[in-house]
């Protein structure tokens, strides 16, 4: 299990992207250096369910690795929301689609 260091405004940020987005899910990058987080990427889910399923935006999803790329950051971590729970938990479909072995994936979750 991978772990990373997070700044408490990071996460603050990650919560606010999923409430300002809810009832649908919000989606979004995490960059940083090595095992420490430093910046967020909010994406725009464009999912064609959106309320039960995220797809980021392929160009806001370019732009988040151009943007890494030019802060010297690597992908650090993926998150989502899944809104309508207050105990999140992968679903088989967030399994499936976990493509970057080495990210950290984070799953908020509150009742909308």
Do not use: W
Not at 26 to 55: D, F, K, T
Not at 83 to 109: C, H, Q, W
């Amino acid at each position: 299990m991978t772990a990373i260091r997070l700044r408490r405004a990071l996460v603050e940020e990650m919560f606010a992207h999923a409430r300002a987005v809810a009832p649908e899910e919000c989606c979004g990058l995490l960059g940083g250096r090595g095992a420490e987080a430093l910046s967020v990427y909010p994406l725009r889910n464009v999912a064609p369910a959106p309320a039960i399923s995220y797809e980021a935006a392929p160009e806001e999803l370019f732009d988040a690795q151009r943007r890494m790329r030019g802060r010297v950051e690597t992908l650090t971590a993926i998150y989502h929301s899944h809104p309508r729970s207050n105990e999140p938990a992968p679903s088989p479909a967030d399994v499936k689609l976990a493509f970057y072995p080495t990210a950290v994936y984070f799953i908020i979750g509150f009742d909308a």
